[in-house]
């Protein structure tokens, strides 16, 4: 998927977004996950009690369990694990299998964020153009570290995912085949 089909996706999919958000989304796609797995133990517990305590979003739509991020990566949110099925441990694991191999090339993601100000400079992404300007240029200043989301997304949306490379997704399906999902 192109970069400006993808930003479009997501500001449709998640209209009360900011910048900062389509920037996270470009990032995990671009870089998955962002960071490496130190202690396995701590990090499936931490997945435990997450999905315990997940929230569906504000506007009560259940996220669909598998949303691409381009072609590399896929966000499995949590709160549609119940009624797939998938346990958390074989979640864990594969976020873990993804978080372990370096992945991404930091000039292709400065290309993108500019391919990024453009669509919100035309006004195909109906965002503050001054404020996306200044916000983008302070984040390249900084050296393209991975965000959070904004305050905004995370009130609207309640995002709890993992970010898994979309090859094992397959081995998902192979674990879903004989669940109804």
Do not use: W
Not at 16 to 32: M, P, S
Not at 116 to 139: D, M, R, W
């Amino acid at each position: 998927m192109d970069i400006k089909t993808f930003c479009l996706e997501q500001y449709k999919r998640y209209p009360l977004l900011e910048v900062q958000d389509l920037v996270k989304a470009l990032y995990q796609a671009e870089f998955g996950c962002g960071h490496f797995i130190t202690n396995s133990k701590e990090g499936l517990e931490r997945l435990r009690v997450e999905k315990e305590t997940c929230r569906m979003p504000v506007s009560g739509n259940i996220p669909p369990l598998i949303e691409p991020l381009r072609d590399m990566f896929c966000r499995v949110h949590l709160q549609s694990l119940p009624s797939c099925g998938l346990s958390v441990s074989i979640l864990f694991r594969l976020f873990e299998f993804s978080a372990d191999k370096e992945t991404g090339d930091m000039q292709n993601f400065v290309s993108q964020l500019n391919v990024l100000e453009g669509l919100i400079t035309s006004g195909e992404i109906p965002l503050p153009v001054n404020e996306a300007k200044t916000f983008l240029a302070e984040y390249r200043n900084a050296g393209c570290p991975m965000l959070r989301h904004s305050e905004a997304y995370r009130n609207a949306y309640n995002p709890a995912y993992r970010v898994v490379r979309t090859e094992y997704v397959k081995l998902m399906d192979y674990f879903l085949q004989s669940i109804d999902c």
